[in-house]
């Protein structure tokens, strides 16, 4: 946890944004098959962001009129004890949270009832099942309605406010991209002809295990990269193969971090490939440069489609201005998802909370076009702010057969030109980058994305 004041201080600021009462549930365990077989346990972002107390069975309360907040749990059984070793009061939690209001547990419904006495009370959208039903019993709302009725008013002073960054949450941010870097490292090491996709994933996991952190995310390792978000691993990888590796660590405080480096196995690019793995990098390049305090985030996705649109007319896989490309969405047939996203103690972070609410306002609404209606952040960057700048280069059979059938944007594309690079298969590349008061800042230490680089990590 970070110090008792840093929590303090978060609450307070909530507070001043918000009247009457806000409801902060622990997240639950999540079992895998039954109850005593949990998922390794991920704390509720925004209770973590304002209690920091990394247990379940526990609420928190800030009484934004008083200022007061209080922790709701109950102390640890015989049975905690048998099988845990150890387990820490409420009242300890509480005491390094800052926190001087300790109750039962099932005290929660009696004090929202002494306490409410017409005043409402704020919580942010459930995203488990659990807490659904929980907050349906304390607040008399029926199940069907409780995310309906969640608080827009504190969804955006929480994101308002989460957003901005402090020094203290960018050294784990780095903290976690150290532990990230060692990972790329070992799945540069690993990756060779031959090898199974899945033994290489878990010498990235282990990374992370070996230095007790969790993965943020599930390990996207796959010389099949036009799927996007691909888990599987099942290929046995073979010289000429592209692969996309997207995999992050988080800090001890869960903070995130997210990365991906696409190497090719056999350690050298050959030229087609290489062609469009410097349009992707210069893309990226482009892309980091323009994240700058006050500039639209959907401007640096357009500028990173048209970076390689340029190249792609270049080389005849398109035609015509690559503005008009960008603009009409044609771009998206190789380029189908955002540049990037917010990146906190979510990796994507605060979705939770609603994606419109987090990366839009009252200035940009969201795309209908294909591609660019996936863009998840598009209003303008502030100081303090940590985005992902990830463009990609995609060549998906399913979807240009589909384009080409329905005859879109034939004036643009060259589709018989397009599918002799079918083999490329997907290229991404992707770093964590603060918004400054000036330039831009790639967090943590560097990751090997230069072909020169990246052919001499494969290599050794």
């Not at 401007?299 to 201005?321: I, K, Q, T």
Request: proline fraction near 6%.
């Amino acid at each position: 946890m970070f110090a008792a004041a840093t929590y303090r201080s978060r609450r307070a600021i909530l507070a001043q944004a918000m009247d009457d009462i806000g409801l902060f549930p622990a997240s639950p365990p999540s079992p895998m098959n039954y109850t005593a077989n949990p998922h390794a346990y991920v704390q509720d972002s925004c209770f973590a962001y304002y209690f920091g107390i990394p247990q379940p069975f526990l609420v928190g309360a800030i009484d934004f009129d008083s200022g007061e907040a209080f922790i709701f749990g109950d102390e640890p059984t015989m049975d905690d004890l048998i099988w845990l070793g150890s387990a820490t009061p409420p009242a300890e939690w509480a005491e390094r949270s800052g926190v001087t209001h300790v109750l039962p547990y099932a005290e929660l419904p009696a004090w929202l009832t002494k306490n409410r006495r017409g005043r409402i009370v704020h919580y942010t959208p459930p995203f488990r099942g659990t807490v659904t039903i929980q907050l349906s019993e304390w607040l008399g709302i029926p199940v069907p309605d409780i995310a309906q009725r969640a608080s827009s008013p504190l969804v955006r002073a929480i994101v308002a406010q989460r957003e901005i960054k402090s020094g203290e949450e960018i050294v784990e941010m780095e903290s976690a991209l150290a532990i990230t870097a060692e990972m790329h490292a070992a799945a540069m090491r690993f990756s060779r002809p031959g090898v199974m996709e899945h033994e290489v994933s878990g010498a990235i996991e282990g990374v992370a295990r070996a230095a007790d952190r969790t993965l943020a995310y599930p390990v996207i390792f796959s010389a099949r990269g036009e799927i996007l978000h691909n888990t599987m691993h099942d290929r046995r990888l073979a010289a000429g193969d592209l692969v996309v590796n997207d995999s992050g660590a988080s800090s001890q405080l869960g903070y995130a971090s997210d990365i991906t480096r696409t190497v090719p196995i056999g350690g050298h690019f050959d030229a087609k490939q290489r062609l469009c793995y410097e349009l992707v990098l210069s893309a990226q390049k482009a892309a980091i440069e323009a994240c700058r305090a006050g500039t639209l985030y959907l401007a640096v996705h357009r500028l990173s489609a048209r970076v390689m649109m340029e190249g792609l007319v270049a080389e005849g896989l398109f035609r015509g201005d690559p503005d008009a490309i960008v603009e009409t969405g044609a771009y998206a047939l190789c380029f189908p998802h955002g540049v990037g996203h917010q990146i906190g103690l979510d990796v994507h972070d605060m979705e939770a909370l609603g994606e419109d609410l987090v990366g839009y306002d009252h200035t940009v609404r969201r795309s209908e076009l294909f591609g660019l209606r996936n863009l998840r952040m598009a209003k303008a960057l502030k100081p303090g702010m940590v985005v992902t700048v990830e463009p990609g280069l995609y060549f998906i059979p399913r979807l240009i057969d589909r384009w080409e059938k329905e005859g879109r944007y034939m004036e643009f594309i060259d589709y018989e030109k397009v599918r002799s690079f079918l083999g490329i298969h997907g290229i991404r590349i992707e770093d964590d980058v603060l918004v400054t008061d000036g330039a831009p800042r790639v967090l943590g230490p560097g990751i090997p994305k230069e072909i020169g680089e990246v052919e001499a990590a494969l290599s050794g």
